[in-house]
């Protein structure tokens, strides 16, 4: 739903292709776990409903990923859950406000499997765990495999950002780790 060329509540109809995508948008800084889906995005469409069938809000439509600048197929959206926590923040303390785990996080692909002789192993690799941050002060640490954040299993960098973005500073998490063989599970208290 959105106001393109002028063209008061136009609806666009299309599918849902992916969840939890990364598209780069923001380079390597931003939180990015977009819907994507083929229902045309045009120039003032951003900032629309992207519903179901059930009329149900799934997300709000943000970027498109063309070399033109017009729709070519491949449309992005931020998922509900997402934007709405962004909306009480605001309400609520006049700004986003954001948790880290403090880490730099690479998703695992069959290089990273290879390199370091992870066999199979899914989840997010810690490539540098950050100075007096949640996962140092937790005993985190470089290399270790994140499995799951309360009991959630994580397969991708886009899974743990969607996962992370839902909680304040100072909430609490357990995260579930491997570390070479062992596996194990800490708390930590997230920082801002």
Known sequence: VGNPYNLN??????IISAKSRKINILNDGGIESFIQTDAAINSGNSGGALINTNGNLIGINTAIQSKTGSFSGYGFAIPSNMAEKIINDLKIYGEVRR???GIHITDINMQVQKELNLNGLEGVLISKVLENSAAELAGIKDLDVILEINGIKVNSTSELHELIIQFDPGDEIKCTIQRKEQVKTV????KS
Do not use: D, E, K, R
């Open 9 to 14: 509540s136009t609806v666009t109809a299309g």
């Open 187 to 190: 708390t930590l208290a997230l």
């Open 99 to 101: 948790a880290y785990i």
